[in-house]
């Protein structure tokens, strides 16, 4: 049995129309029903896509990447078999997993059932995601918020906090990064990037040694300048830039004197001086 459960409040409001017809291409095209599309809390949502787990063979989650990751923190079945249909803004995880953007081309993936068994990471013993930030990026992802309530979507509601932080010089920290027992200390710290993917949203290519198979959490500390940082994420968009300093591991412990912001798949997790990260190797099946 194949389901497809979808998050009504993903990506830009302004495009329900068009995501509403993704939808209900894809649930005519495979004769599926459509779930979730009437839940009124992620609470809600997440309790269907549990039921859904124990029921299905397949699911289908349709959204942006914090819908995946509701998903992915659902208590789900861990036999269950995913598969993303991208309706996000960013969609930094449709880059992750090399999907088309285009529906038909979608239906054609699909239709191949390639399945992969995928490392996820653990933050705080936890909470289960595909990449995470401490710092920058993620205050980010709060200003992110703030900017969808004033009526910005899309890449504006990031490029513009981007921007206020490059030009008006975002206060830097200082870290110890614990990886497998040993410490690194590093300095002048914009941003800390822990992925399993390469990618930000919008193909963004930001932890371009991140590989999603290989058991390891792949940690780049973003401590160029600011007007190296302006190039690079211009670049970024096109190709691959070697990072200044970078580290992987299994098991990532990160303190701070000061509080930072942490997201996880693009989700603002609040503030903290220390944050753990863990391994999880091939924990999910996933068709890409």
């Known amino acids: 049995m194949i389901s497809l459960?979808?998050?009504p409040t993903a990506g830009n409001p302004k495009s329900f129309d068009r995501k509403k017809a993704i939808l209900?291409?894809?649930?005519k095209r495979l004769n599926i029903p459509i779930y979730g599309l009437d839940s009124k809390s992620k609470s809600e949502f997440q309790s269907i896509a549990q039921s859904l787990s124990f029921e299905s063979e397949i699911l289908i989650v349709a959204g942006g990447d914090g819908t995946f990751s509701d998903v992915l923190n659902a208590k789900i079945n861990p036999k269950i078999i995913l598969a993303y249909?991208?309706?996000g803004s960013g969609n930094a995880l449709r880059y992750g997993l090399h999907l088309p953007n285009s529906v038909e081309k979608w239906l054609t993936v699909f239709s191949r059932k390639q399945i992969q068994e995928l490392d996820l990471i653990l933050y705080n013993t936890t909470y289960r995601c595909c990449f995470s930030g401490f710092g920058f990026e993620a205050k980010v992802m709060q200003d992110r918020q703030v900017m969808r309530r004033k009526g910005y979507n899309g890449l504006l509601a990031y490029g513009i906090p981007i921007a206020k932080g490059i030009l008006f010089r975002e206060p830097r920290f200082s870290a110890t990064i614990e990886i497998d027992g040993e410490k690194k200390s590093v300095d002048n710290i914009l941003t800390i990037s822990l992925g399993k993917h390469p990618y930000y949203g919008y193909g963004i290519k930001a932890n371009p040694y991140a590989k999603w198979n290989d058991g390891l959490i792949h940690i780049r500390p973003i401590t160029e300048s600011s007007a190296s940082i302006?190039?690079?994420i211009l670049y970024a968009f096109y190709g691959t830039l070697t990072p200044k300093t970078y580290f992987s591991g299994k098991n990532v412990t990160i303190t701070t004197e000061s509080e930072q912001p942490i997201q996880c798949?693009?989700?603002?997790?609040?503030?903290a001086t220390t944050a753990t990260y863990t391994i999880l190797p091939k924990c999910i099946k996933i068709i890409m």
């Open 5 to 7: 459960i979808a998050n």
């Open 24 to 27: 209900n291409l894809v649930a």
């Open 85 to 87: 249909l991208p309706l």
């Open 230 to 232: 302006s190039w690079r």
């Open 265 to 271: 798949d693009g989700e603002f997790m609040g503030t």
